[in-house]
């Protein structure tokens, strides 16, 4: 699987747009881009995905760059809620294993 | 929603004594995974399981772990001789199928080793 880097925190303050990047320049063309998300002690949970075409769910949009090299989670209108570890990964099918690195800790700010 | 279930939410034991950790997957998935964190450190993937066997583990996962799946309902984690380096957040997830692009994690298991 493609390594993935990401900044380790941002700040955002609350009601604005987060918008959370990640290079993934070594991603081969069968894989997708997967966003998970871990607040404080819970389980990870998925937010969204996409292959090459931006996608949009009730959570967030996922914005790919043509080249497919970097992408941007954006959280349309952060909340203290959304205070957690996103983590960016590639994967070449939703079954593999998940292989979490650190994430980008992100801070809504009131 | 269905959810992911795991008990105990707290354990704790003492070095060289065997845990066991539950799972409850969500009804009619086929994937399940268990998954650490050690405090302070990244979740890291422990073993992966489908059609009632071990289809990925990780180094991680010696001989001192198992894994089963006992009743169609219960997923378990086995630790036979715990160590104090055992001790973490323990994470069970299942995914529906192949076709299927979420992973359901549950709320974990902290396991204190003294």
């Known amino acids: 699987d493609a390594k993935t880097t990401q900044p380790p925190s941002m700040d955002c303050a609350e009601g604005r747009a987060a918008n959370l990047p990640c290079n993934h320049s070594?991603?081969?063309?069968?894989?997708?881009v997967y966003w998970y998300r871990q607040i404080h002690s819970q389980g990870p949970q998925y937010i969204i995905h996409g292959l090459k075409n931006n996608e949009t769910n009730e959570m967030a949009s996922l914005i790919i760059t043509e080249d497919r090299k970097s992408s941007t989670l954006i959280l349309p209108h952060a909340t203290l809620r959304d205070t957690a570890v996103y983590y960016c990964i590639a994967l070449k099918t939703s079954y593999d294993k998940v292989i979490f690195g650190p994430g980008t800790s992100l801070s809504v700010i009131p | 929603e269905p959810e992911v279930t795991q008990t105990p939410s707290h354990q704790v034991t003492q070095m060289g004594q065997e845990v066991i950790l539950r799972c409850v997957p969500i009804?009619?998935?086929?994937?399940f995974y268990w998954y650490r964190q050690i405090l302070g450190q990244k979740v890291e993937f422990l073993v992966s399981?489908?059609?009632?066997?071990?289809?990925?583990k990780s180094e991680i996962f010696d001989d001192q772990f198992s894994v089963e799946r006992p009743d169609g309902s219960n997923f378990t984690l086995k630790i036979r001789s715990t160590k104090l380096e055992d001790s973490a957040m323990y994470f069970c997830?299942?995914?529906?199928?192949?076709?299927?692009?979420?992973?359901?994690f549950g709320p974990g298991t902290r396991l204190t080793v003294t």
């Open positions: 399981f489908y059609n009632n066997e071990i289809s990925e």
């Open positions: 997830a299942s995914l529906s199928s192949s076709s299927s692009y979420e992973q359901y």
């Open positions: 070594t991603i081969s063309g069968n894989e997708y």
């Open positions: 009804s009619n998935h086929l994937y």
